[in-house]
């Protein structure tokens, strides 16, 4: 039986697993924009439903199954190190497919880290072979990580136009260029405040995004 039977919402469910886990808590709030930021995204293509929904707020689930010392590494990670991060889209794909029997909204989770030039992870999709869901949330992840949540490396984040223009140089290499066009106009149009007042206050972040 699928857990949407369970649970009304993605952020139900989400609240439900995270509670008793340090990891998930840790990125609750990162996991909770690139959500928002992926619904206005894929209505405005057309692709939205509620598996895209679950996929990206649990798009990181597959973190509860890494070492916190790795995912929360204040230098660069080493070659092991970046091959165990990059497993979690696989752990996560698990996740959802096996324990919480959403194979498709799994789909989407796996996929959001491969790359329209087939360089990305875990399987080399490129192009149009990974799911518009899984560009879509990888998309969304990518501005998110470089404008508010950058807890490794000791990067500094960028501002929102910045964060822009890495995405427009990064489009049909890293990025399906069509869909970061669309991302950018929706970005412009929400003009989006400092991130210091929304990025972990839910109630301001739910009226940011009160036009999903």
Same mark, same amino acid.
């Not at 087939?118 to 899984?134: A, F, V, W």
């Given at each position: 039986?699928?857990?949407? =039977?369970? #649970?009304?919402? @993605?952020?139900?469910?989400?609240?439900? %697993?995270?509670?008793?886990?340090?990891?998930?808590?840790?990125?609750?709030?990162?996991?909770?924009?690139?959500?928002?930021?992926? =619904?206005?995204?894929?209505?405005?293509?057309? &692709?939205?439903?509620?598996?895209?929904?679950? @996929?990206?707020?649990?798009?990181?689930?597959?973190?509860i199954g890494l070492s916190k010392d790795i995912l929360l590494k204040p230098t660069k990670l080493d070659e092991l190190e970046y091959q165990i991060i990059q497993a979690h889209s696989v752990?996560?794909?698990? %996740?959802?497919?096996?324990?919480?029997?959403?194979?498709?909204? @799994?789909?989407?989770?796996?996929?959001?880290?491969?790359?329209?030039?087939? $360089?990305?992870?875990?399987?080399?999709?490129?192009? $149009?072979?990974?799911?518009?869901?899984?560009?879509?949330?990888?998309? &969304?992840?990518?501005?998110?990580?470089?404008?508010?949540?950058?807890?490794?490396?000791?990067?500094?984040?960028?501002?929102?136009?910045?964060?822009?223009?890495?995405?427009?140089?990064?489009?049909?290499?890293?990025?399906?260029?069509?869909? =970061?066009?669309? #991302?950018?106009?929706?970005?412009?149009?929400?003009?989006?405040?400092?991130? $210091?007042?929304?990025?972990?206050? $839910?109630?301001?972040?739910?009226? %940011?995004?009160?036009?999903?």
């Amino acid at each position: 039986m699928k857990s949407s =039977v369970y #649970f009304s919402t @993605a952020e139900e469910l989400f609240n439900k %697993i995270s509670q008793d886990n340090e990891v998930l808590r840790t990125f609750k709030y990162h996991s909770l924009r690139v959500m928002h930021f992926s =619904v206005l995204l894929a209505k405005e293509v057309g &692709c939205y439903d509620d598996d895209l929904r679950y @996929a990206a707020l649990l798009h990181d689930i597959g973190k509860i199954g890494l070492s916190k010392d790795i995912l929360l590494k204040p230098t660069k990670l080493d070659e092991l190190e970046y091959q165990i991060i990059q497993a979690h889209s696989v752990i996560g794909n698990n %996740i959802l497919r096996k324990t919480l029997d959403m194979p498709r909204a @799994a789909i989407f989770v796996r996929d959001h880290h491969e790359r329209w030039d087939g $360089e990305g992870y875990p399987r080399g999709l490129k192009n $149009e072979e990974t799911s518009i869901q899984g560009r879509i949330i990888g998309i &969304c992840d990518a501005f998110d990580t470089m404008t508010i949540d950058r807890r490794n490396y000791n990067r500094r984040t960028l501002t929102y136009h910045d964060a822009i223009q890495e995405l427009e140089r990064c489009s049909w290499s890293q990025f399906d260029g069509e869909l =970061v066009d669309v #991302f950018i106009n929706l970005i412009n149009h929400l003009n989006l405040p400092s991130h $210091e007042t929304w990025a972990e206050d $839910e109630m301001r972040m739910n009226d %940011i995004f009160k036009t999903e």
